[in-house]
């Protein structure tokens, strides 16, 4: 893969699972990548791991916080003067039925998952104009594809930010800027495992998966590099689920 050779890619939410796998392998590919994350000791982490030199930039930022986020576009115009892409990546996950979930676990979902995804994109876009267009990808879900008991407030966010891959990659396309979403399936992360724990559960998960398999955080990284890439320049306003078939197909067995 050359064409991250030099171009600039912001990953929010970066010090974990899909958004380390993708800093990891824009890093590899040539790419500058800022990562962000709201604590300094996992950005350390993040920075120990990725190895990437001057190359990789690491802000301290919420999603959620305007201030933040004006604080990070104006670190990235210092240190590059423009963005050749984004993934909005950062989100939270509060998985809880309808009639469970708090106007405080609402506002969360609502602040990081939809209002921090249409403020990062807004705010990154002079940065992408500068570089003469560019590509964002958002990270959706499968949970907006096929309905969840436990997942009610979480998999509308969802839908909200998918939504926008379709109406912001109307609005920008005449600026040169592509967005597109990804709807990952069950990808073993930190957040997957939080919400299942138990291995009994993992099992019985992989068995809806007509791969047979669970996810890893890189099959998501190879998929946002695609999208970021010249390779598709062509595709706009889609959404790609990344989920071993689990949404449209039933397993052999």
Do not use: C
């Not at 570089?131 to 998999?155: C, D, E, K, Q």
């Not at 992989?206 to 998501?220: H, T």
Request: net charge negative.
């Amino acid at each position: 893969m050359t064409d991250f050779d030099g171009r600039v890619v912001l990953i929010t939410g970066g010090t974990s699972g899909m958004g380390l796998a993708t800093a990891r392998l824009l890093l590899e590919n040539g790419a500058h990548v800022v990562i962000t994350g709201r604590s300094e000791e996992r950005l350390a982490r993040a920075a120990e791991e990725l190895d990437g030199g001057a190359r990789l930039l690491t802000v301290r930022a919420d999603s959620a916080s305007l201030a933040d986020l004006d604080r990070l576009v104006a670190l990235i115009r210092d240190h590059h003067g423009r963005l050749d892409g984004v993934f909005a990546n950062a989100g939270v996950g509060v998985f809880q039925r309808g009639s469970e979930a708090t106007e405080q676990d609402f506002d969360h979902l609502v602040d990081v998952n939809f209002k921090g995804v249409f403020f990062t994109i807004q705010k990154a876009l002079p940065l992408l104009e500068a570089a003469g267009g560019g590509s964002v990808v958002i990270n959706a879900s499968w949970t907006l594809h096929r309905g969840m008991a436990v997942a009610p407030v979480y998999a509308a966010t969802k839908a909200a930010v998918h939504n926008l891959a379709r109406t912001l990659g109307s609005d920008f396309a005449e600026r040169g800027i592509r967005v597109n979403s990804i709807s990952p399936g069950y990808i073993v992360t930190e957040m997957f495992e939080a919400a299942v724990p138990d291995p009994a559960s993992h099992e019985a998960i992989r068995s809806q998966v007509p791969l047979k398999r669970l996810g890893r955080a890189e099959d998501i990284a190879e998929t946002v590099a695609f999208l970021l890439s010249r390779r598709s320049s062509y595709i706009t306003a889609q959404d790609i689920v990344v989920d071993g078939g689990l949404v449209t197909a039933i397993p052999a067995s």
